[in-house]
Every structure is written in structure tokens, then in C-alpha cells.
């Protein structure tokens, strides 16, 4: 079935170290957005990518359709980096519907 | 303003009870959805609506209804609450020409 696996579940840094999370998808996708959700629950879309290669800041992120993957960059973490990242696929054969991964914790220590 | 909001933001509500949720957009896009985030989990589609007259369900549509009463508007039941339907609740909006998601600030719905 549609499946969105996201790694790692958690991840714990210091300030100012830089991370990358996963996303896998199992089927060719239409979309692919990375949301930040904060710790007061607010959905926060940091990219639209379906393909390609975006920067926005501190943060980058690459989707590669054919391997099925999307990656994403922080770099130098920051406290108010910490949250849930989520990976949302919208898919081919599920247009209009996107599928959500169940998330990767970012806690970012001082 | 925000560009979709949702109401109430937070609804703590008995066993039995029927609660509404509601969403209004100012973003023009014909498609509107409604998530469920559980704890420790992604959001999962309850319901979806394409345009005004096209209403759909989603992979937990089972004890939840909707309304889709204009373009800007779209509503959220739950008819007789229990509570496993406690969590947190997303509407959600789309441009039908590039399909990325933007969401309200959710509401927390506590049913005891």
C-alpha cells in the first residue's frame, strides 16, 4: 500500500551541529512537502519539492523521484529548530491526497 | 489574519456530545481537507472536498461527517462524540493547478 517512511523517529543535538532527515516513498509521487510542526502544534511548510533541489536559509532539501527519496538539510541547528519534521507525498495513483510519514523529533540542546 | 482558520481552537466536550468544527480560507483554492494528528503520529485524512458539490472520504472517515457550505468553507462533525476522537484536528487547503497543502492552526478537541 502508500507508505511514507521517515528516518531517523528521533534525533538529539547540540546547537550549531548539522542534521539530515529522510524521507522514503514507495511509488512515483505528483508532490512532496517538508512541514516543521512546532511545539505548539503549528504545521509550518518549509518546502514544496516534488523534484529537485531548494535552500531556503539554513535549510536545504532534495528530492530525488527516481530513488524515491527526499532528503533534508539543517545546518547549524538552532534551539528553535526542535519539533516534528514531517515529509507529506502526494502520489500518482492518489491525486489531490497527500500521505503523511509519521515524523522525525528534532530536539536541538542549548 | 491568518489564511485558514479554524474554529474553535480548543473544545473539551463529553461522551455523546455533537461538536462542530469549522474552517474558513481566504486563499481562493477550490480544495479543502480535513487531518487527524494523534500523538506521536502523522496526520491522517478524514475527509477531503475538491470543490463545493465534490465531498470525499478519507482513510478514517468512520464516525465523523462534513459540510462544505461555499468555496471558503468547510465543516467538521462528529456526530456523537467518544473518546478516541481525541486529538488534535487540521483543515487544510489546496491550489487544484500545484497541490501544495496549507494548514490552520489546529484545533484541540479533548472528549472526556
Known amino acids: 500500500g502508500i507508505q511514507v517512511e521517515q528516518s531517523p523517529p528521533d534525533l538529539i543535538l547540540q546547537e550549531g551541529a548539522n542534521s539530515t532527515l529522510r524521507c522514503n516513498f514507495s511509488?512515483?509521487?505528483?508532490?512532496l512537502q517538508w512541514f516543521h510542526q512546532n511545539p505548539w502544534g503549528q504545521l509550518i511548510n518549509l518546502f514544496y519539492?516534488?523534484?529537485g533541489t531548494k535552500q531556503n536559509g539554513r535549510l536545504s532539501a532534495t528530492t530525488v523521484a527516481t530513488e524515491r527519496y527526499s532528503l533534508l538539510y539543517i545546518s547549524s541547528s538552532q534551539t528553535t529548530d526542535s519539533g516534528v519534521y514531517f515529509c507529506a507525498v502526494e502520489y500518482n495513483t492518489n491525486a489531490g491526497k497527500s500521505t503523511f510519514g509519521d515524523g522525525t523529533t528534532l530536539t536541538v540542546k542549548p | 489574519d491568518a489564511d485558514v482558520t479554524q474554529t474553535p481552537r480548543n473544545r473539551i466536550t463529553k461522551t455523546g456530545k455533537r461538536i462542530m468544527l469549522e474552517c474558513s480560507q481566504t486563499?481562493?483554492?477550490?480544495?479543502m481537507y480535513w487531518y487527524r494528528q494523534d500523538p506521536g503520529l502523522g496526520l491522517r485524512l478524514i475527509y477531503y472536498?475538491?470543490?463545493?458539490?465534490?465531498?470525499n472520504k478519507g482513510e478514517i472517515s468512520d464516525g465523523y461527517s462534513v459540510s462544505r457550505q461555499a468555496q471558503a468553507k468547510f465543516s467538521l462533525s462528529l456526530e456523537s462524540a467518544i473518546p478516541n476522537q481525541t486529538a488534535l484536528y487540521f483543515c487544510a487547503t489546496s491550489d487544484f493547478t500545484q497541490g501544495e497543502l496549507f494548514f490552520g492552526e489546529g484545533s484541540r478537541l479533548t472528549v472526556l
Open positions: 511509488d512515483s509521487v505528483n508532490n
Open positions: 486563499k481562493g483554492h477550490d480544495r
Open positions: 472536498s475538491f470543490d463545493v458539490k465534490d465531498i
Open positions: 519539492i516534488p523534484s
